[in-house]
């Protein structure tokens, strides 16, 4: 076994042990390795922020993807487009990071890829910037990176009820 399959092989494991197995039925285990994937490449860490990985983005995501009130559209944009990604770059997952990076911007050149990304970075953007309680934005790591204030009160509960 190559070092990147094992290394894929490894990641497959640890991500199922994350999800839990009603969405593992209804969306292939690819699509959320995939996400979170380009995501690390649309959201590096750099000197002063923290990358998709650390501010945790596709817990985010899974959080939100969940929720009924998500928006179906985004939903399948997101999850077909990262099956659609795959099916046109393969080896993605097994790349370097170069390989990875160039395979995104080949992506992007088409208008439904370029669709796909702009709503990765949407959601990575509100994964990194929103309140922790929904997934994202672990120990507030984006904020501290921002030196952002949070408003006061902040939220309790992730949804609000309906009265």
Not at 127 to 136: Q, R, T
């Amino acid at each position: 076994m190559k070092r990147r399959e094992f290394i894929l092989s490894t990641a497959l494991i640890s991500l199922s042990k994350t999800l839990n197995s009603k969405e593992l039925e209804q969306y292939d285990i690819n699509s959320w390795l995939i996400l979170e994937e380009v995501l690390e490449i649309l959201f590096p860490k750099t000197n002063t922020m923290p990358s998709s990985k650390e501010f945790l983005a596709i817990k985010y995501l899974k959080e939100v993807t969940s929720h009924y009130s998500f928006d179906k559209e985004d939903k399948k944009l997101l999850f077909q487009g990262s099956l659609d990604f795959y099916d046109a770059f393969p080896k993605f997952l097994v790349s370097n990071k170069k390989e990875k990076e160039d395979f995104v911007k080949r992506a992007n050149r088409s208008s439904y890829g370029q669709e796909w990304i702009n709503i990765l970075i949407y959601y990575g953007i509100e994964a990194m910037l929103s309140d922790p309680i929904y997934g994202g934005n672990k120990d507030e790591i984006a904020w501290k990176s921002l030196n952002h204030e949070t408003g006061k009160p902040q939220p309790k509960q992730k949804y609000a009820k309906v009265i």
